[in-house]
């Protein structure tokens, strides 16, 4: 049987309730305030222009691992079969 008496720790929960309330906040302040509007365009900005970049990365990272792969097989160099995948994609 559980001991009554035992004190239980609720620091986590008593963290997750300030951690919760502290995020209802600024949803809030974002949500319903003209400034929020303003900081919510520039958020939504940043982090277009960061997919963006790591868009662009992931391609090009792709783009030389195709182009080392069929350089491997076809024996033609790395710089042609980029050159050549690129005017093929336009």
Do not use: C, W
Request: charged content about 25%.
């Amino acid at each position: 049987m559980k001991n009554p008496f035992v004190k239980q720790n609720n620091t986590a929960l008593i963290a997750l309730g300030i951690t919760g309330a502290a995020a209802a906040g600024a949803i809030a302040y974002l949500y319903l305030t003209d400034s929020g509007n303003t900081t919510r365009n520039k958020i939504s900005d940043t982090i277009s222009g960061e997919i963006d970049k790591l868009a662009e990365t992931f391609k090009n990272s792709f783009k030389d691992l195709a182009a080392g792969i069929v350089s491997d097989k076809t024996h033609v160099s790395k710089k042609t079969v980029k050159a050549v995948a690129d005017r093929v994609v336009k």
